[in-house]
């Protein structure tokens, strides 16, 4: 059955106030269409986990739609400072945890897995237990060791962008793959916004790139360009000059407001949006082709 749908359509259905929110994706291939699309919606109140917030997330806070974050790393990758994000937490105005990567994976792994918990090895940040009840210590059953606990992180909804899916949610992934995987299988709603939407056949040629099975996807959205500020592999480059530019807009409560009313409210959609950014950022941003070599999987 064909869960191909809008992304309206799919925020409106899966996404909702109040809501714990995964927008899934390291360092490329981050949602940002879809953060758009809640910011538009006017969807308020959401507790949003990520390992990097990255920009995504500043506009998220920037629009009303944060009430708690959960994170590792906070900033505005190469740049500095999310601005809005460490304002906001602040001044008291943002609940938080914070964990390191590692703990946040783990988190996914034991929301993914139905664990109660996940073990880790001990670390230097003994700062961020102190910093976070969550976070604890328990006796190895088989050493006695100490190890470092976390609890289970189960979104109510994970987004995810991927190079293709076909219409039934089977969805593949390469160059950085990042906590996707995780994200989803500790998901109870997967929303997936994809490049290309194909047949079939083509994720049957390739099934080891196919990170994401259907079974777990309810929503699959054609968004090509959904990522951008940062990157899909093999379809267009990250916009560092946009990075740098957003860094200089957080600084001002007045510019990002125009920026919001400009690049998310007054657009439809990412065709408008990125349409609108014009043919001189898509030539800077295209990528040539680098093909990897064929696979021969056999006759069977």
Not at 13 to 40: C, N
Not at 42 to 70: E, F, Q, S, W
Not at 146 to 175: F, K, S
Not at 216 to 244: K, L, W
Request: net charge negative.
């Amino acid at each position: 059955m064909s869960k191909l749908c809008s992304l309206t359509d799919a925020i409106q259905t899966y996404v909702h106030d109040g809501d714990l929110l995964y927008a899934a994706g390291f360092t490329h291939m981050i949602p940002f269409a879809a953060a758009h699309e809640i910011i538009r919606q006017g969807i308020k109140d959401l507790t949003v986990a990520r390992a990097t917030p990255d920009l995504i997330y500043d506009m998220l806070t920037a629009a009303g739609c944060v009430r708690k974050v959960i994170f590792s790393y906070m900033g505005n990758p190469g740049v500095g400072s999310l601005r809005i994000m460490r304002k906001a937490l602040e001044e008291g105005r943002l609940e938080w945890e914070e964990y390191s990567h590692f703990g946040m994976i783990s988190r996914l792994q034991a929301g993914a897995t139905g664990l109660p918990f996940m073990p880790m090895n001990q670390t230097a940040a003994t700062s961020l237990e102190n910093a976070n009840p969550k976070i604890k210590r328990i006796a190895d059953p088989y050493t006695g060791r100490e190890v470092i606990v976390v609890p289970p992180l189960n979104p109510d909804v994970a987004i995810v962008h991927v190079q293709r899916a076909d219409i039934h949610g089977n969805a593949q992934i390469w160059g950085i793959v990042g906590e996707q995987k995780e994200a989803a299988f500790a998901a109870k709603h997967v929303i997936l916004t994809a490049e290309e939407i194909v047949d079939e056949e083509i994720i049957r040629s390739d099934p080891n790139r196919t990170i994401i099975p259907s079974i777990i996807v309810d929503a699959v959205c054609h968004e090509p360009f959904a990522a951008h500020p940062s990157y899909t592999q093999g379809y267009y480059d990250r916009d560092n000059q946009f990075y740098m530019k957003w860094d200089e807009i957080s600084e001002s409560e007045e510019l990002v407001k125009a920026w919001l009313d400009e690049w998310v409210y007054a657009v439809r959609d990412r065709d408008e949006y990125w349409q609108k950014l014009g043919r001189e950022t898509h030539s800077r941003l295209s990528v040539a082709p680098r093909n990897s070599s064929p696979i021969n999987y056999g006759d069977y």
